[in-house]
T-cell receptor
Framework: SAVISQKPSRDICQRGTSLTIQCQVD?????MFWYRQQPGQSLTLIAT?????????ESGFVIDKFPISRPNLTFSTLTVSNMSPEDSSIYLC???????????FGQGTRLTVV | GQQLNQSPQSMFIQEGEDVSMNCTSS?????WLWYKQDPGEGPVLLIA?????ELTSNGRLTAQFGITRKDSFLNISASIPSDVGIYFC???????????FGSGTKLNVKP
């Protein structure tokens, strides 16, 4: 298994500002992902964080709004830029282990934009 | 794209009852995972399935990888109040490295 630490665990932000969420894995992993989860809803994949190169974004998500960094095999950041109340959600970091056959999650970052 | 249908959407049961939920997909998956999410937490992996027909248990939880490789189910026996939460299935298609998630089953257990 993998232990994934995310911070901050929650934040309340003003609209128009940006927030960077950090994700640290306790072991080297090949695949890291960022998800968004509206309260009571399922997980929506934002992007795959690629080590040493640009992230791969899913339809509906763009780099200017959600820039992602992944400088090494254990760490990634997601920035939510120019926030609006519609960005209020839970953001989750995930990593695959065991040859990409298991996925583990951080505890999530609950973001409220006012 | 891949679609996972998870049912039921929610369940209200009495403590001690057994629970069953399932996921079906429109295409073949190589791996099925089942997660539980408590309020304010990230999903926690409960059971992983890798072969068609595989039946795996984790305490009172039992999950099976369907023979057609397009479905999976999770059973919880003798439910207790701490089983309350949202359960998600996730599937990994062949030659992919990202998982697709079901919509979740919200379980409520009355003491």
């Amino acid at each position: 298994s993998a232990v994934i630490s995310q911070k901050p665990s929650r934040d309340i932000c003003q609209r128009g500002t940006s927030l960077t969420i950090q994700c640290q894995v306790d072991s080297q992993v090949t695949m890291m992902f960022w998800y968004r989860q509206q309260p009571g809803q399922s997980l929506t994949l934002i992007a795959t964080a690629n080590q040493g190169s640009e992230a791969t974004y899913e339809s509906g998500f763009v780099i200017d709004k959600f820039p992602i960094s992944r400088p090494n095999l254990t760490f990634s950041t997601l920035t939510v830029s120019n926030m609006s109340p519609e960005d209020s959600s839970i953001y989750l970091c995930s990593a695959n282990t065991r040859s990409d056959t298991e996925a583990f999650f951080g505890q999530g970052t609950r973001l409220t934009v006012v | 794209g891949q679609q996972l249908n998870q049912s039921p959407q929610s369940m209200f049961i009495q403590e001690g009852e057994d629970v069953s939920m399932n996921c079906t997909s429109s295409s073949i998956f190589n791996t099925w995972l089942w997660y539980k999410q408590d309020p304010g937490e990230g999903p926690v992996l409960l059971i992983a399935l890798y072969k068609a027909g595989e039946l795996t248990s984790n305490g009172r939880l039992t999950a099976q990888f369907g023979i057609t490789r397009k479905d999976s189910f999770l059973n919880i026996s003798a439910s207790i109040p701490s089983d309350v939460g949202i359960y998600f299935c996730a599937g990994l298609p062949y030659n992919f490295n990202k998982f697709y998630f079901g919509s979740g089953t919200k379980l409520n257990v009355k003491p």
